[in-house]
């Protein structure tokens, strides 16, 4: 009898370890560029990120990719790859061979070759397995990757600063697609608080209030045509920033700033790019050493050559990285000649591990539990995550599912049959053996009086 409740047992336990839920459901990636792991949750809270905490699952924070720029940051999240891996180093396009740069960030995005690396963003992997997908300014999404695009691509052209209606219309649009072209996979981008805290300060009044209030009006917004359209239970989306940003250090003058032609000579050089805190450099032949050697005796950065950069910037692999790079201490522009004035007042680019250039991370629909908290984790790990909610083979990348399967909801959360049919057999069974053990010690008492 004994025998058989432990088998009865082993065999609920196995009912209720399975796998995690494998039904899939269409998926929407959205980006707020900027927006910093602790703006969701400063008093006072805002009512989209109640709504989060209380629905969904929260990070408690997102290590971006290194340069904590956007477009290696939004590959990272979109490939699953580190930087030296799916090469998309730089905010800008450049070719060193020939000494030029793009001028900016959004200059880049419709340049192709910047892009087309050979990797497989999630938007192309969804094509390639038979899926729709959809992208609306999200970085990198307008390329063609080995020929193929997304089904449905938008390009901003020129920057535009923010309005309600703007923000709306875009939202309008990919709950279009989802529910009326039965998209599976959307990824839509924002450019806020990124240019405002560019502008006035990552700490500024109109930043921590103002930008987080337009951030949560707009997911409030999201998720009440989600609803009007019918896609609730059929939707899960993925909130998130790239990376995070901190002060610039604007009372340093240009006795201190950090300007590299004051010891290096231009004729040393054979490329240099020097944008944010980042400053690439490339010595002509036999200059390598003393070009070097010249820079790290220069205060406020820190300066390495390629090789010699930390494994965990996964950065030294890329081709497009040259001999030397510059990278400023927090809160320190790397400029090749300092202009006489600071041109932001919060800026990133930084190391990805300073606590300030983390991003932040909310995750809700059918397949998240609801009121779940995570360790911080590397934006790495996404892809892999959204391939499985999408139902979808991976490419090959850095990412770990595991690291976010316990983020989802399991079988276990909802009792099988054969659950609910082991505990009744087991009830069972346990009342009759009682029933014996009593009949039995009745039995013993008559017998003995």
Known sequence: MQALLRCLLSLAFCSTATTVATKQHKLLLISFDGFRYDYANEEPMFPAFQYLNANGVRAK??????????????????????????????NCHYNMSVGHQGSDFLSTLP????????????WIAAVNQGLKSGAYMFPGSYATINGVSATKKV???????????????????VVGWLKDEDMDFVALYFEEPDTLSHELGPDSKRVRYDVKSWVSN???????KVEDAGLTDDLNIIF?????????????????????????????????FCYGPIGLIEPK?????????????????????????PERWHLK????????????????YVFWKFPGYHPTRGDHGFDNELVNMRAFYYSIGPSFKKN???????SVHIYPLMCHLLGIQPAPNNGSLDLLLNTLVSDTDVPSVAVYLAVLIIACIAIYFVYCRRRKGARKKYKGV
């Open 61 to 90: 924070y997102l290590q971006g990719a290194f340069p904590t720029l956007t477009s290696p940051s939004h590959m990272s999240i979109a490939t699953g790859l580190y930087t030296e891996s799916h090469n998309v180093v730089h």
């Open 372 to 378: 779940y908290v995570v360790d911080g984790f590397e």
């Open 111 to 122: 340049v192709n070759y910047w892009w087309d690396t050979g990797v497989e963003p999630i």
């Open 155 to 173: 390009l901003q052209k020129q920057f535009m600063p923010y309005s309600q209606r703007s923000w709306q219309n875009r939202i309008s649009t």
């Open 218 to 224: 707009t997911i409030m917004h999201l998720l009440k």
């Open 317 to 332: 692999g890329s081709d497009r990285i040259p001999s030397i790079i510059v990278v400023g201490e927090p809160g320190y």
């Open 240 to 272: 998130l920033s790239d990376h995070g940003h901190i002060p610039i250090n604007t009372t340093v003058g240009s006795d201190d700033a950090v300007s590299l032609s004051k010891h290096i000579n231009i004729d040393d050089i054979d490329f240099q």
């Open 285 to 309: 032949p036999g200059k390598l050493v003393s070009v070097y050697q010249a820079l790290k005796g220069q205060s406020n950065v820190q300066v390495y050559y390629k090789e010699e950069m």
